[in-house]
T-cell receptor
Framework: QKEVEQNSGPLSVPEGAIASLNCTYS??????FFWYRQYSGKSPELIMS????GDKEDGRFTAQLNKASQYVSLLIRDSQPSDSATYLC??????????FGTGTRLQVTL | DGGITQSPKYLFRKEGQNVTLSCEQN?????MYWYRQDPGQGLRLIYY???????QKGDIAEGYSVSREKKESFPLTVTSAQKNPTAFYLC????????????FGEGSRLTVL
């Protein structure tokens, strides 16, 4: 079992819709969770951090964490074509090591 | 503007040659990292450093070497011992270690001919 699992996609959503990106992890000791956005050919950029159960909102982005079920999700409201990118989920586990998933490719269609 | 500068952006190398990738940051961050990214794979940690003159191996350190003589600089050498060096190399930094809030440079794409 991979430490961090993401559906590779592509996830296709129409402009203006809500995009829902999901991530599961295996380390029950994981404390901190992160979402990075990576445009094709570019480097990753941190867009959200979440440290406790529940929701965290930042503009059009909402991160949701459920430690009991070992999943973290990212919702993007009012999706725009500029949101088309690969979204990497990452977490720091019991060894404080940052582990990345392979990413979900999001396509926002006009 | 503060940030991380990687150079070169593109590099071609013949088999058997060592190459060094530069990474410089002016964010005053203590920790620096090198990751490798291959198509369809996540980022894999090569080396990291939490303080000057100290660094630790990551998950895939074989065939690579680093130094951390200055807080601002963390160069990566890809040696001829690295069997499959063609990849996208990413340098990152964080205010301190043990955090997942990383700032990345633009990356260096190495191709072995």
């Amino acid at each position: 079992q991979k430490e961090v699992e993401q559906n590779s996609g592509p996830l296709s959503v129409p402009e203006g819709a809500i995009a829902s990106l999901n991530c599961t992890y295996s380390d029950r000791g994981s404390q901190s969770f992160f979402w990075y956005r990576q445009y094709s050919g570019k480097s990753p950029e941190l867009i959200m951090s979440i440290y406790s159960n529940g929701d965290k909102e930042d503009g059009r982005f909402t991160a949701q964490l459920n430690k009991a079920s070992q999943y973290v999700s990212l919702l993007i409201r009012d999706s725009q074509p500029s949101d088309s990118a690969t979204y990497l989920c990452a977490h720091t586990g019991t060894a404080s090591k940052l582990t990345f998933g392979t990413g979900t490719r999001l396509q926002v269609t006009l | 503007d503060g940030g991380i500068t990687q150079s070169p952006k593109y590099l071609f190398r013949k088999e058997g040659q060592n190459v060094t990738l530069s990474c410089e940051q002016n964010l005053n961050h203590d920790a620096m990292y090198w990751y490798r990214q291959d198509p369809g794979q996540g980022l894999r940690l090569i080396y990291y450093s939490q303080i000057v003159n100290d660094f630790q191996k990551g998950d895939i350190a074989e065939g690579y070497s680093v130094s951390r003589e200055k807080k601002e600089s963390f160069p990566l050498t890809v040696t001829s011992a690295q069997k499959n060096p063609t990849a996208f190399y990413l340098c990152a930094s964080s205010l301190q270690g043990d955090t997942g809030e990383l700032f990345f440079g633009e990356g260096s794409r190495l191709t072995v001919l």
